[in-house]
């Protein structure tokens, strides 16, 4: 499944005019059952007893449907659950087909009971040129879709959707949907192939009048374990999620991915002999940020390798860590389409102790932007035994710049590189100005390690167009095919800036 043809799909969606059939079929709720914290856990916890069972599809001919038929079919928002009332949020459902070739069970929870939405296809708008689809009882809504009043404007806009396997993403007030999160992450990268589970059913609790927050329970199944989730959704100009989730597990988890993040990243100033574009920049985020459990704060820049690539940050009990989009000015990128300036970053604060673990990064190559082929998550060190079960607590946070400000240190703002006619590379690296900093930028020592190569001793200098210094290198690769770059600024030994690191590997 290629995400990024599915948010393309949606947002063609949410712009395209409405059909004139009437707006005469609201979303209907089916019998209720009692529901209360413990539903989602219970159910988890007795379906990973057994052995796992595919859900049903839906028939091939929904499946088969081109992109373009599957533009012609949408929610109408007149029909959205809590539509015409004082509830302060509302509930769209997204049609099957397509990518989605499963249905996704949606209950509403008021008053300690959940009732499930019933499947209609009269809630959706459709073309006259829409093809004429088999019906059949295996149809199922495909995901849904949060709007809230966000700008106090009596328009309720989304902010928040959960559809295809285990992902989900959210924005803050006024952006542009980008990177996606994950409930989990099995395998990933691995020779034998990834497993991605399912969220297979969603609980949504009414809200209150007036509340800014909604609470919505995940059922996850796949092969490997299943899994509950609780998630409590904040909207704003920084969207907020606090989850909490407990995994059981069918067979041994030895490669799982806690909190993932999944981005794209195509090219920026460090590499751009792979594309010819107009382009300076084409991506969804710009660096892996860590604050790790030893009080560093680490910039990963990122990359697009020409072979896979896997980076380990091992650590104790992190403090967070988050995928982030540093370019902000419209500039940075020239798009008029993909407003990649305006899409958001996503920090992860864990709650409680995470124990020993690694902050894991995955690129893998990709050659068009819509591809995912960034990843992130945490790794604990110890495996789920087969049976056992792991539970997991976390914030994440979608916004500019959601990460925790740390005053006294510089951050990382550009990084760049390129060719010198002699040979190796010019490697260039901007940081933002601080109040840290000296004025003459005298008593900073740059700390420059390469792991492979030769390296010429660093050049600090103030860059006029920042106000921050800005360090300088060459590095000679000499018959290396990986090398790993660390660079901080530092007086008298004492950090000034963010850790630089880098990955450096052959282009082609």
Wanted: with cysteine.
């Amino acid at each position: 499944m290629l995400r990024r043809d599915v948010l393309k799909a949606l947002a063609a969606l949410a712009l395209m005019p409405r059909a004139a059939q009437a707006a005469d079929a609201p979303l209907q709720t089916g019998a209720a059952t009692p529901f209360n914290a413990q539903t989602v856990i219970a159910r988890a916890k007795a379906l990973a007893q057994s052995a796992y069972t595919p859900r049903k599809e839906i028939p091939p001919q929904w499946q088969d449907i081109s992109y373009d038929d599957y533009r012609k079919i949408w929610f109408d928002t007149r029909n959205a659950l809590w539509e015409g009332t004082e509830v302060p949020q509302r509930l769209d459902v997204f049609p099957p087909g397509l990518y989605y070739g499963q249905g996704v069970e949606i209950n509403i929870v008021a008053e300690g009971a959940a009732q499930p939405l019933l499947f209609d296809l009269d809630v959706f708008d459709r073309t006259d040129s829409f093809p004429d689809l088999p019906e059949s009882d295996t149809l199922g809504y495909s995901g849904l879709r949060l709007r809230a009043d966000l700008r106090d404007d009596d328009l309720f806009t989304e902010y928040a959707v959960f559809q295809g396997a285990s992902y989900f993403r959210g924005i803050g007030t006024g952006e542009t949907y980008g990177l996606s999160a994950r409930g989990l992450a099995l395998k990933t990268a691995d020779p034998m192939g990834e497993e991605f589970p399912d969220f297979t059913a969603f609980w949504i609790e009414t809200p209150r009048a007036g509340a800014k927050s909604v609470t919505l329970h995940a059922l996850m199944d796949s092969p490997s374990c299943t899994g509950a989730f609780r998630f409590e959704i904040t909207h704003g100009a920084v969207m907020n999620m606090e989850v909490e989730a407990t995994i059981f597990a069918r067979t041994e988890l030895d490669h799982v991915g806690i909190a993932p993040l999944t981005s794209m990243f195509l090219f920026d100033a460090t590499d751009r002999t792979r594309f010819s574009d107009f382009r300076p920049n084409v991506h969804d985020s710009d660096g892996l940020l860590i604050h790790n459990g030893a009080g560093e704060v680490i910039w990963r820049a990122m990359a697009n390798p020409a072979t896979l690539q896997i980076s380990a940050f091992s650590d104790t009990n992190p403090k967070g860590f988050g995928l982030m989009q540093r370019k902000r000015a419209f500039d940075d990128f020239n798009d008029l389409e993909a407003l990649y300036h305006n899409r958001p970053s996503v920090w992860i604060t864990p709650r409680g102790d995470w124990g020993k673990g690694a902050v894991t990064l995955v690129e893998i190559p990709a050659d068009l932007e819509i591809y995912d082929n960034i990843v992130a998550y945490w790794r604990p060190a110890t495996p789920v035994a087969a049976g056992g079960s792991h539970s997991m607590r976390y914030n994440l946070q979608w916004g500019a710049d959601p990460a925790p400000a740390t005053p006294a240190l510089v951050r990382v703002h550009h990084t760049a590189m390129g060719g010198r006619p002699e040979g190796g590379l010019v490697m260039v690296i901007d940081f933002e100005d601080g109040a840290a900093l000296p004025d003459d930028l005298d008593g900073i020592d740059v700390y420059l390690r390469a792991s492979f190569g030769t390296t010429t001793p660093p050049i600090l200098q103030r860059n006029p167009a920042t106000g921050g210094p800005r360090v300088a290198f060459t590095f000679d690769p000499q018959d290396a095919t990986v090398a790993e770059f660390r660079v901080q600024l530092r007086r008298a030994d004492d950090p000034l800036s963010e850790v630089w690191l880098y990955r450096w590997t052959p282009s082609a």
